[in-house]
T-cell receptor, first 116, second 109 residues
Framework: GAGVSQSPRYKVAKRGQDVALRCDPISGHVSLFWYQQALGQGPEFLTYFQNEAQLDKSGLPSDRFFAERPEGSVSTLKIQRTQQEDSAVYLC??????????????FGPGTRLTVL | KNEVEQSPQNLTAQEGEFITINCSYSVGISALHWLQQHPGGGIVSLFMLSSGKKKHGRLIATINIQEKHSSLHITASHPRDSAVYICAVIRGGADGLTFGKGTHLIIQP
């Protein structure tokens, strides 16, 4: 079956531009996570959804970052007024049940964002 | 100090060698994950542990909750095992994973 997909795979933005990154989780998966991975670093948690509810957004680095999952399936991570420090790979992961990290997570290929 | 520390950061070994990667954490956790990341970014979940030991093929993962330590072992290593291996934990009360910086493993033929 299909895994987690993300689009676009690569995005180049000029500083100050708004971007939207899409995640299609595995069908039926309850939990959805967004992570940010800077070059040469391990991923860092951004936000967590259980169905359409955003239960944890403690990792979002600023109010320029916004995530939604309005129908409990596809999720969008939006970054407003991008800055160079936003350059990173943005990873999406989904999990079949609603116990946050207490289950295997299935990762998408990531979106590599470069802000010039 | 990072909450999740891995060692070594880099490891080069010959095909067939027994590999051990270590992970220590400094916080209370609900579970620990071992992940594999290949060049190009794809991350695959290998194990999720909350106690004891798990085995899958040539991979073995152990965890000692009292000592806050986990190890990932690879038996009969092969060049296709070359990847970054990442330890990640679920901190008590948290939702997302807290990741270590990863161990870059190269297995030479």
């Amino acid at each position: 079956g299909a895994g987690v997909s993300q689009s676009p795979r690569y995005k180049v933005a000029k500083r100050g531009q708004d971007v939207a990154l899409r995640c299609d989780p595995i069908s039926g998966h309850v939990s959805l996570f967004w992570y940010q991975q800077a070059l040469g670093q391990g991923p860092e948690f951004l936000t967590y959804f259980q169905n359409e509810a955003q239960l944890d957004k403690s990792g979002l680095p600023s109010d320029r970052f916004f995530a939604e999952r309005p129908e409990g399936s596809v999720s969008t991570l939006k970054i407003q007024r991008t800055q160079q420090e936003d350059s990173a790979v943005y990873l999406c992961a989904s999990s079949p049940i609603g116990l946050a990290g207490m289950n295997e997570q299935f990762f998408g290929p990531g979106t590599r964002l470069t802000v010039l | 100090k990072n909450e999740v520390e891995q060692s070594p950061q880099n490891l080069t070994a010959q095909e067939g060698e027994f590999i051990t990667i270590n992970c220590s954490y400094s916080v209370g956790i609900s579970a620990l994950h071992w992940l594999q990341q290949h060049p190009g970014g794809g991350i695959v979940s290998l194990f999720m542990l909350s106690s004891g030991k798990k085995k899958h093929g040539r991979l073995i993962a152990t965890i000692n909750i009292q000592e806050k330590h986990s190890s990932l072992h690879i038996t009969a290593s092969h060049p296709r095992d070359s990847a970054v291996y990442i330890c990640a934990v679920i901190r008590g009360g948290a939702d997302g994973l807290t990741f270590g910086k990863g161990t870059h493993l190269i297995i030479q033929p």
